[in-house]
């Protein structure tokens, strides 16, 4: 969602700007830098009538008459829809910048701010995630594809000097109003590209991974994040006083996530408490995963999403597959590079923490990929894109493919074994186990270092201070003699016991690098530590790739949690987001399975209770066992791609 600057003042000045910023990044920027956008643009404001009689305040910068040598239009439209706000309000007052990316507003378009219905100046209820509504029986049933489609009647009439054509695009959750606006798309939406869409905030987005509430970030959203009364131009921002800059001490004080809302929320954010208290699937989740309902999708559409995305990791992918199986002929490309929740759309992409790229992988993607996807299906310039565009991380480079994930990658595992052993050979032991004790009142950190927000870095960041941690199971490979690449999904297959009636196994899949590995510049300008961080040494460097929790509770149904019987064995299958990554030769793979990883995660009591009510005697030590033997065997299975 990224203009940086229109979110400053609404959302960066608190602390859990990694969830906020992600979700707010594509409003328009409100910082006054120069004059180029008043001096090429006149701005014109509208409330926009919808078929059930509320109005959408939305803003329009149409170009001048000379603005652009050679190209007096008529120009196409290029929309963002947010509930971030679309300041600056007022026709005299300008923003510093205007669409995806600088390319743009030099290049002759008419830019369409809005503000979602029942947010800042527009009028109605406002519903997270508004459900979609398949079958609308009466101009009172309006979600956010009719609201886009009364929109664009209403520009194509009203705005003058259009050539008929509108895009549409925006990251996370204005991400997920550009995903809706194609649904039943208008005949004039001809190119959309939803990047980080939230799709299914139980089923991998925001909310809920694994069936674990995703506590730092979601609270430090909900904070500000607050129920209007609308029409309401933005106000000045109090930030949340945590009263401490380290989250992980403030989040083991508040006792269990109810507490969050009646000691420190007061009951004052329905939409906060709208999370926590669907802690299964249920219905309400259900009628929000919007790739159920990706139908009659008429536009061209380019899915952008990061490989290091801490809040829509899951989002594009879900959106990709759907859109391209309910509708095969609509050209769908999918775009993944090494980025943070819309990293891609500011900065220069090179790096990511200590993780180097060696690329500027935001210029390419905004310049090379972005831009000419819009010139081309808005005004008729270049050609088409791949199927998927993928940035393999570790060889640094990026993929094309004609599908996603690559048709070449085969399955196989990483079984684990005794003594700490990782390899693709099954274990043969007959009796084989590891075990260790999980006490939910001295959690896992997920960073080493203290922190005062989610800092988006902790996606790669060293995982040594976990695998030191006597409740921490750890695997690993001998050194590679050769390098090997996995493109897609990553499936954990634990076979465990516990001495408690639930349990959470966090899986973590990580690149160690060679003892002799070599400094990098630290030097290197932007290539920012954490503060008063010593010297970086890359030598056995533990850099996580892919993390995610899993709640043993819903190892059989999403809907309808159960008990483990203590000390019984049980199967943990589950799946975790793809990643397109190149383990080199004399790296090593590792493998770290966990039972918290606080305050990324809640804590889960390790007693089958309701966990955001969990009182503190139902937090209790557990014992946790994983078998790795011949009947019993636990692996992680990856989808291994040969030599390239």
């Not at 989610?454 to 040594?464: A, G």
């Not at 019984?568 to 397109?580: Q, Y």
């Not at 809640?602 to 139902?618: G, M, S």
């Amino acid at each position: 969602m990224i203009n940086v600057q229109r979110l400053a003042s609404a959302i960066l000045v608190f602390s859990g700007i990694a969830f906020i910023a992600a979700r707010a990044q594509q409003s328009a920027p409100t910082v006054p830098a120069e004059d180029f956008v008043r001096a090429h643009y006149t701005k014109y404001e509208y409330r926009i009538p919808m078929r059930d009689g509320k109005h959408l305040f939305t803003a329009v910068y149409v170009p001048k008459a000379t603005a652009f040598d050679g190209d007096p239009g008529p120009y196409p439209f290029l929309m963002d829809r947010t509930p971030y706000n679309v300041e600056p309000y007022g026709e005299d007052k300008y923003p510093a910048r205007l669409g995806p990316s600088d390319e743009f507003e030099k290049s002759g378009y008419i830019f369409v701010y809005q503000d979602v219905r029942g947010r800042w100046m527009s009028e109605g209820d406002f519903v997270e995630m508004r459900p979609h509504i398949d079958q609308k029986k009466s101009p009172q049933d309006v979600d956010d594809s009719s609201d886009t489609y009364d929109t664009i009647e209403f520009l194509l009439k009203h705005v003058a000097n259009n050539n008929g054509k509108v895009g549409i695009w925006g990251i996370s959750y204005p991400g997920f109003y550009t995903s809706a606006s194609i649904i039943d798309s208008h005949p004039a939406l001809v190119a959309a590209s939803p990047q980080a869409p939230m799709t299914d905030l139980f089923l991998g987005d925001d909310t809920y991974h694994g069936g674990t509430f995703m506590l730092a970030a979601n609270f430090g959203f909900y904070a500000l994040f607050l129920p209007q009364k609308n029409p309401a131009g933005p106000g000045p921002t109090v930030p949340f006083d945590f009263g401490t800059p380290d989250r992980y001490r403030f989040y083991l004080d508040a006792g269990n996530v109810a507490n969050l809302d009646t000691q420190y929320l007061k009951g004052s954010n329905w939409l906060f408490n709208d999370q926590f208290k669907h802690d299964t699937y249920d219905d309400y989740w259900k009628a929000r995963d919007l790739s159920q309902h990706m139908k009659n999708v008429h536009c061209a559409v380019l899915v952008v999403g990061g490989w290091y995305d801490a809040e829509d990791l899951e989002g594009p992918f879900r959106t990709f597959h759907a859109i391209d199986k309910f509708n095969p002929q609509t050209p769908t490309t999918l775009v993944e590079g090494p980025w943070v929740h819309g990293g891609w759309a500011h900065g220069d992409g090179s790096h990511l923490g200590d993780a180097q790229f060696n690329a500027k992988t935001a210029v390419y993607f905004r310049v090379e990929i972005q831009f000419p996807f819009f010139e081309h299906y808005l005004k008729g310039k270049g050609g088409t894109q791949a199927k998927a565009i993928v940035f393999e991380t570790g060889t640094n480079v990026w993929r094309r493919y004609d599908t996603w994930p690559p048709k070449l990658a085969t399955s196989k595992t990483l079984y684990f074994h005794s003594g700490g052993r990782l390899s693709f050979d099954p274990p043969e032991e007959e009796k084989s186990e590891d075990e260790y004790v999980s006490d939910p009142n001295h959690p896992v950190p997920f960073v080493g270092y203290p922190t005062d927000t989610v800092p988006q870095r902790y996606m790669v960041d060293d995982q040594r201070f976990a695998s030191y941690r006597p409740d921490v199971a750890v695997y690993e490979t001998e050194p590679l003699k050769e390098d090997m690449t996995i493109a897609g999904p990553i499936s954990p297959h634990l076979k465990v016991a516990s001495s408690g009636t639930d349990s959470d196994f966090d899986v973590k899949l990580i690149d160690v690098y060679p003892e002799d590995y070599p400094d990098p510049d630290t030097s290197m300008e932007g290539n920012k530590r954490i503060l008063d961080a010593p010297p970086l040494h890359m030598g056995g460097y533990q850099q996580l790739l892919r993390g995610e929790p899993f709640r043993a509770k819903f190892r059989n149904s999403w809907e309808k949690p159960e008990p483990l019987t203590p000390g019984k064995e049980a199967d943990i299958d589950f799946t975790m987001p793809d990643l397109f990554h190149t383990f080199r030769r004399g790296h090593r793979i590792m493998v770290q399975v966990q039972s918290s990883w606080f305050p990324l995660t809640d804590r889960n009591p390790q007693t089958f209770t309701d966990i955001p009510y969990a009182k503190p005697e139902d937090f209790k030590k557990a014992t946790e066992q994983i078998f790795h033997q011949k009947d019993s065997a636990s692996g992680v299975e990856v989808m291994v791609l040969p030599g390239q």
